[in-house]
């Protein structure tokens, strides 16, 4: 069965700090990878995806992620944090079809 | 281009009492799919479509649940008899035919049942 396990439910930064948010998936097929940013109120918004091109991937607002197989992992970074980073993320796999199998989320927040 | 729309954006209703939730996809989507959000919690699919078929109905929590796509666009969320928990924010996305399939998501339907 396919699944992905976002390990921090929550994660606190500095504005000005690095961020890094962990993600692992398992999948016996070659995945697509997804992560998504959700803002309060608001609806999900892609920020990159992998489709077995470049093993690194840019997304907008100076995000990244960088997908390993070893070690099944696409975690998403991001150099320095901004206040306006603060929202739910969610890194999602798609294994074939349209089968989605979403994360349960990782909640950010950036401290001034 | 225009994005996924959804309407309303909110709307309360008395227990018991039947709504309609709508979802306008991206132009030219062939997928389309629908999710619950409650509070604080993670997406919960419900129901796909590709083009007017459901290949996928497994989602949906009961018999109370119905989804309809005309003409490989609009979609309409049914709910008979609301049920308090049934109160959370409802979550359409459409996709192309092209891959990876990348999901693009609507505003939400904001749902509370009194």
């Known amino acids: 069965a396919q699944s992905v396990t976002q390990l921090d439910s929550h994660v606190s930064v500095s504005e000005g700090t690095p961020v890094l948010l962990r993600c692992n998936y398992s999948s016996s097929y070659s995945p697509s990878l997804f992560w998504y940013v959700q803002h309060p109120n608001k609806g999900l918004q892609l920020l990159l995806k992998?489709?077995?091109?470049?093993?690194l991937v840019k997304g907008i607002n100076g995000f990244e992620a960088e997908f390993k197989k070893s070690e099944t992992s696409f975690h998403l970074t991001k150099p320095s944090a901004h206040m306006s980073d603060a929202a739910e993320y969610f890194c999602v796999v798609r294994t074939y079809g349209q089968n989605f199998v979403f994360g349960p989320g990782t909640r950010l927040s950036v401290l001034p | 281009g225009a994005g996924v729309s959804q309407s309303p954006s909110n709307k309360v209703t008395e227990k018991g009492k039947d709504v309609e939730l709508r979802c306008d996809p991206i132009?030219?989507?062939?997928?389309l799919y629908w999710y619950r959000q409650s509070l604080g919690q993670g997406l919960e699919f419900l129901i796909y479509?590709?083009?007017?078929?459901?290949?996928?109905k497994s989602g949906l929590p009961s018999d109370r649940f119905s989804a309809e796509r005309t003409g490989g666009s609009v979609s309409t969320l049914t709910i008979q008899r609301t049920q308090q928990e049934d109160s959370a924010v409802y979550l359409c996305?459409?996709?192309?035919?092209?891959?990876?399939?990348?999901?693009?998501f609507g505003p939400g339907t904001r749902l509370t049942v009194t």
């Open positions: 132009s030219g989507h062939t997928a």
């Open positions: 996305a459409s996709s192309p035919i092209e891959g990876p399939y990348e999901q693009y």
């Open positions: 992998y489709t077995s091109a470049a093993t």
């Open positions: 479509f590709q083009g007017n078929s459901a290949p996928d």
